[in-house]
């Protein structure tokens, strides 16, 4: 299956999960899509002084690409300065969270997959 960006859902998501702004969120794949068990595919644009709260991830992975920009990710309480190439991966029941610090979009590959 071939999606172009055009045919893609976009959806604005305010303060997510108590945080700051708002991040688009461009799903590649509908969760229908996917054969295996994922809740999301998506890229998502996290503009500067925007961000995602901190939320935990039970009986779920959450793999984060770094595609554009630089931030901080919050790793189980532990802050890190991201930029292009980076890769997160949270589970296990861990938290994460992220802030864009920066001064252009922070754009993240995301997908989560459940078990």
Known sequence: ??????????????????????????????????EADVRLCARLVIPPGAGIGSHQHEKEDEIFIIQKGTGLIDDNGTQVRVSPGDAI???????????????????????IMCY
């Open 89 to 111: 991966l949270t589970g296990k029941g861990g938290s994460h969270a992220v802030l864009n610090d920066g001064d252009a979009d922070l754009e993240i590959t995301a997908m």
């Open 1 to 34: 299956m071939i999606r172009k960006p055009s045919e893609m859902r976009t959806e604005v998501r305010k303060n997510m999960r108590g945080a700051p702004g708002s991040v688009t969120i461009q799903h590649y794949f509908a969760k229908e899509d996917i």
